[in-house]
């Protein structure tokens, strides 16, 4: 009985310890050599555990790759937000940028020619006049006057699309530069003048040329000022080609648009 009493101490003991140590070895399971150790005991003193802590060992492998995949995911949707946010501040800086290089276009154009800026939305098209004209959200009530030029920006020029043809309280209707009707003095890049025609569509004629002018494919026309409505330097378009008329001792020339304002909606009217 005795004996029996000490066995059962010792188991009791045994226990005790393997207890302690377990406790011990869970506080401490980050460090690698521990670990080593607590798995080198479990497998000596239980070698039947090894079938319980397989499976166990497992669950806490996918537990942990689990971890790290949410950590993955969490800090990839963190790092898509902050580009989001980046790129909606570049855009906010090329807008500002774009902003101010109108706005110092508009001062410019206002000093260089003495004159307000109207600005004004292109409200509506009529699809049989496509070339002819289009209405703008100006009119009297604003100081939009008849025959005031209508112009538009493409980078720092400063292009002619048409002029006021007919004046309301509140729109305008706009006769385009390639309209049947539209005339304009114009001038080439060696300073030589003519007369622009619209021609219902986007390629236009520039007539009355001097038989002398050296004209070349890509040729910038601008107004050259003359006739008493349109400012000298506004840019009309590129030459597309030209041709020298038989009986005649005057050139033709062929421009290209290169404004689009049915593409765009707002424009500038030109006030003196």
Not at 168 to 176: E, M, Q
Not at 217 to 238: A, H, M, N, Q, W
Request: net charge positive; with cysteine.
């Amino acid at each position: 009985m005795k004996q029996r009493t000490v066995e059962d101490k010792r188991t009791i003991y045994i226990l005790i310890i393997l207890i302690a140590s377990g406790l011990l070895l869970i506080l401490v399971n980050n460090i690698e050599y521990v670990r080593v150790y607590k798995n080198l005991m479990v497998r000596v003193m239980f070698p039947s555990s090894r079938l319980v802590m397989y499976p166990l060992d497992k669950i806490d492998r996918a537990c942990r790759e689990s971890g790290k995949l949410l950590s993955l995911y969490s800090e990839n949707k963190r790092l898509k937000k902050e580009i989001e946010s980046l790129n909606l501040e570049y855009k906010d800086i090329d807008y500002l940028k774009a902003e101010n290089a109108s706005l110092k276009e508009t001062m410019r154009i206002r000093q260089y020619y003495n004159a307000d800026l109207i600005p004004a939305t292109i409200i509506s098209h009529y699809p049989e006049e496509y070339f002819a004209s289009f209405n703008i959200s100006k009119g009297k009530k604003d100081g939009v006057g008849k025959d005031m030029p209508v112009i538009g920006v493409i980078g720092t020029k400063w292009v002619l699309l048409g002029r006021i043809d007919e004046v309301y309280d509140d729109f305008s209707r706009v006769i385009l530069i390639t309209a049947s009707n539209f005339r304009c003095a114009a001038e080439l890049s060696d300073g030589s003048l003519g007369v622009v025609k619209g021609n219902n569509e986007w390629i236009i004629k520039m007539e009355y040329i001097s038989p002398n002018a050296n004209i070349s494919k890509g040729d910038e026309v601008y107004t050259s000022g003359t006739g008493g409505i349109f400012p000298s330097g506004l840019f009309i378009g590129r030459v597309s080609d030209s041709d020298t008329l038989k009986f005649s001792i005057a050139k033709e020339a062929y421009i290209e648009a290169d404004y689009y304002p049915q593409n765009s909606k707002y424009v500038y009217v030109l006030k003196k």
